[in-house]
């Protein structure tokens, strides 16, 4: 099974900092990773794929980079909007998730 | 308009079975996967299993393999998850997701979700 492991767990931020959570892999995925935000009650909603491609609709203020085993998430300048749980996801082999990024109020 | 539609929340005993499901519409249902994503109480997002409506091929998460059971009935559109026996562990929000099988779309993994349905599991 090919683990993945998100950090930080939890994320303090005020509204315009540039916030970064980082997911790594146990073994390479080539680019094969998503990112989702998942508000509280609500199902999570794609952001990124294929590790770097940003889904339609969703703002430029967000990024992600990376490829084989390490990989990242950038928001530029958090809004209020952005309070939210971020999870990467692998489907190299399968489909494994991260354990979940927690980006609360400073 | 593209979207999964799921059945409504259960509540059920220790021991009893269940199915629940997810309709799929706006697109052509055997040109993607759909699986199920498994999220207890204050918990993350674990992959459970996934099938392909086309030809039923299916896969399972290791941790999910002979706990559940995953089928679709392609000709409505409609994948299934189901429990012969539930536990109180099974206690969590089940959710259906998408995802392209041709390689011209494959990159953009659960594009789309369903609503989430709602397992409660309590004697």
């Known amino acids: 099974d090919i683990q993945m492991t998100q950090s930080p767990s939890t994320l303090s931020a005020s509204v315009g900092d540039r916030v970064t959570i980082t997911c790594r892999a146990s073994q390479s995925i080539s680019s094969w990773l998503a990112w989702y935000q998942q508000k509280p009650g609500k199902a999570p909603k794609l952001l990124i794929y294929?590790?770097?491609s940003l889904e339609s609709g969703v703002p430029s203020r967000f990024s992600g980079s990376g490829s084989g085993t390490e990989f990242t998430l950038t928001i530029s300048s958090l809004q209020p909007d952005d309070f939210a749980t971020y999870y990467c996801q692998q489907y190299n082999s399968l489909w494994t998730f991260g354990q979940g990024t927690k980006v609360e109020i400073k | 308009e593209v979207q999964l539609v799921q059945s409504g929340a259960e509540v059920k005993k220790p021991g009893e079975s269940l199915k629940i499901s997810c309709k799929g519409s706006?697109?052509?249902?055997?040109?993607?996967?759909i699986g199920w994503v498994r999220q207890m109480p204050g918990k993350g997002l674990e992959w459970m299993g996934i099938?392909?409506?086309?030809?039923?091929?299916?896969r399972y998460s290791p941790s999910f393999q002979g706990q559940v059971t995953i089928s679709a009935d392609k000709s409505i559109s409609t994948a299934y998850l189901q429990w012969s026996s539930l536990k109180a562990s099974d206690t969590a929000m089940y959710y259906c997701v998408r995802h392209c099988s041709s390689t011209s779309c494959y990159a953009r993994a659960f594009d789309i979700w369903g609503q989430g349905t709602m397992v409660t599991v309590s004697s």
């Open positions: 099938i392909y409506p086309g030809d039923s091929d299916t």
């Open positions: 706006g697109y052509s249902f055997t040109s993607y996967w």
């Open positions: 294929k590790a770097s």
